[in-house]
């Protein structure tokens, strides 16, 4: 048995992380709860935490079969999953592929438009800031991650978005954006951590352009639980068991 009774490591917004016997390995749960707008929305539906569980677990394995380094080992329940203990690099990484959220407003681009490339952009981890964008000077003056190590997560990042476009296009969804997170291992290799589904990515329906993601919620589209249930179809192959 991994898992040590109520050793809670943290609680996040989305996910709780339990110690086990093995320190190089936690158990990382998720949970049913919605955030959003730095958790000053919040709400919740049952079944939430087993759906992006095993949407990110199908992903995840996909992704270590195609090389990509991942923490992910195994599943321990429908909601709970094995995985590396990590040293988290302090910033979220996006990738966007269409027009979409706060780029909109940025540049003043309409929101679906394709970009000619991969836009990668650095986010600082930091709640207290909402999470504000910075730029590679800035993530040297803060000594948040050295050149080399945002080299290898840039490398690593359109490495798995140029995994996961074909994947999620054979499925009818359109991959607008992600947000990914990286850290180090026991073993001080770089891996792709975190989670990956519709809480972290802008997913649309390709042939409706009906948005499945987080935005619902955002955004008061619609079911989020609708949403969320139609990527987990699609992404691991059967409909959710009730």
């Known amino acids: 048995m991994l898992q040590q009774p109520d050793a809670t490591l943290y609680e996040g917004k989305a996910k709780i992380l339990y110690a086990t016997t093995d320190p190089k390995v936690v158990i990382q749960e998720f949970k049913d709860d919605l955030t959003a707008f730095n958790a000053q929305k919040k709400g919740t539906f049952f079944g939430k935490g087993a759906i992006n569980c095993q949407i990110s677990a199908t992903l995840f394995r996909l992704l270590a079969e195609k090389g990509v380094p991942v923490h992910f080992r195994s599943l321990d329940?429908?909601?709970?999953?094995?995985?590396?203990?990590?040293?988290?690099?302090?910033?979220?990484?996006?990738?966007?592929?269409?027009?979409?959220?706060?780029?909109?407003?940025?540049?003043?681009?309409?929101?679906?438009?394709?970009?000619?490339?991969?836009?990668?952009?650095?986010?600082?981890?930091?709640?207290?800031?909402?999470?504000?964008?910075?730029?590679?000077?800035?993530?040297?003056?803060?000594?948040?991650?050295?050149?080399?190590?945002?080299?290898?997560?840039?490398?690593?990042?359109?490495?798995?978005?140029?995994?996961?476009?074909?994947?999620?296009?054979?499925?009818?969804?359109?991959?607008?954006?992600?947000?990914?997170?990286?850290?180090?291992?026991?073993?001080?290799?770089?891996?792709?951590?975190?989670?990956?589904?519709?809480?972290?990515?802008?997913?649309?329906?390709?042939?409706?352009g009906e948005k499945l993601d987080k935005d619902r919620f955002r955004m008061d589209l619609g079911s989020v639980k609708e949403g969320y249930e139609k990527i987990y179809e699609r992404v691991v192959g059967h409909a959710v068991e009730s």
């Open 77 to 208: 329940s429908p909601r709970r999953m094995v995985i590396d203990r990590l040293e988290m690099v302090p910033l979220e990484v996006v990738v966007r592929n269409r027009v979409a959220g706060s780029l909109t407003k940025r540049l003043g681009i309409p929101e679906g438009e394709e970009l000619s490339f991969p836009v990668i952009e650095w986010y600082y981890k930091r709640d207290d800031l909402g999470d504000p964008m910075v730029n590679r000077d800035h993530i040297r003056i803060l000594k948040l991650a050295s050149d080399a190590v945002l080299d290898e997560i840039r490398t690593l990042a359109l490495r798995t978005n140029e995994i996961l476009l074909p994947f999620y296009r054979e499925r009818g969804l359109i991959l607008v954006d992600m947000k990914l997170e990286f850290g180090w291992n026991s073993s001080g290799s770089l891996v792709l951590g975190d989670e990956i589904d519709g809480d972290t990515s802008r997913l649309w329906d390709a042939g409706t």
